[in-house]
């Protein structure tokens, strides 16, 4: 995965919850802070929470943050 900061991510949070649209803002050993475009402040998520767009859970869950 290539991540860098300004990368796009896409939060899908489940059915019900609307998808979030985010940007990475910062990068550390063990994950990113993302600013999404509906908060003022920054949530932390750990590197292996990131997927590859399509990327989809051993049950088939499309839940999860990915890259845009």
């Known amino acids: 995965m290539d991540i860098e900061i300004g990368t796009k991510v896409t939060g899908n ?15 550390e050993k063990q994950g990113v802070e993302i ?6 402040e920054v949530d932390f998520c750990s590197m292996s929470s990131l997927h590859e767009k399509g990327w989809r859970s051993e049950n088939g869950s499309p839940i999860g943050i990915f890259l845009k």
Not at 13 to 27: D, L
Not at 35 to 40: A, P
């Open 13 to 27: 949070w489940g059915a019900m919850f609307p998808t979030s649209e985010g940007e990475i803002v910062k990068i």
């Open 35 to 40: 600013l999404w475009d509906d908060e003022t």
